[in-house]
């Protein structure tokens, strides 16, 4: 069964580096999304990406993530100087349509720890 | 604006126990889809279900069953018998069907429900 891969599964970067989590979607689908979960909080929508442009973003994502699929199956978050807050769960997801009319399949999830 | 809320923060029951998550949830459009996902420990997200909002047909599957009542907002998940696997947390999401103002679609979660089933 096709899924939704992520790596790495755990990254520990130092305040103020760059992470770039990487995500290889589903190899029919046409939308991307970034989600992000704090330790024992809710998922939260950060941006969603189709035909190579974001066609959605939360207040979350602001100038310091941005998004880019690089290649035919590469989908990559990028966050440019990471903050404490930024130590979360960052889950990828990719459906075949509109999020809503079709499943979104969630990747395993990268733990991203800022130290 | 989208809102879902989930009550109950943690449910504790007994194995073989039945248990009912419940899920209330705020759109303005009139076309939407809700989902459940389960998350256990190891962190993964797992489909459970999604329903659109012209279907309120209640749904079985297994020892799990989904009563959607658009008439309350309500999408509450049960789970009968329930086992020790299935502790996890439980989340509800609303994903609207039309695109925001923005051209975009996206999917709000609850808060999740922590289910612990003690054997």
């Known amino acids: 069964e096709p899924e939704v891969t992520q790596t790495p599964s755990h990254q520990v970067t130092q305040m103020g580096q760059e992470v770039i989590l990487r995500c290889v979607p589903i190899s029919n689908h046409l939308y991307f999304y970034w989600y992000r979960q704090i330790l024992g909080q809710k998922v939260e929508f950060l941006v969603s990406f189709y035909n190579n442009e974001i066609s959605e973003k939360s207040e979350i994502f602001d100038d310091q993530f941005s998004v880019e699929r690089p290649d035919g199956s590469n989908f990559t978050l990028k966050i440019r100087s990471t903050k404490l807050e930024d130590s979360a769960m960052y889950f990828c997801?990719?459906?075949?349509?509109?999020?809503?009319?079709?499943?979104?399949?969630f990747g395993p999830g990268t733990r991203l720890t800022v130290l | 604006a989208q809102k879902v809320t989930q009550a109950q923060t943690e449910i504790s029951v007994v194995e073989k126990e039945d248990v009912t998550l419940d899920c209330v949830y705020e759109?303005?459009?009139?076309?939407?889809?809700l989902f459940w996902y389960k998350q256990p420990p190891s962190g993964e997200l797992v489909f459970l279900i999604r329903r659109n909002s012209f279907d309120e047909q209640n749904e079985i599957s297994g020892r799990y069953s989904w009563n959607f009542q658009k008439s309350t907002s309500s999408f509450n998940f049960t789970i009968t018998a329930s086992q020790v696997v299935d502790s996890a947390v439980y989340f509800c999401a609303l994903s609207e069907a039309h695109p925001s103002s923005s051209g975009g679609f996206k999917t709000i979660f609850g808060a999740g429900t922590r289910l612990f089933v003690k054997a």
């Open positions: 759109t303005r459009d009139t076309t939407y889809y």
């Open positions: 997801a990719s459906s075949e349509g509109l999020a809503g009319a079709n499943e979104q399949f």
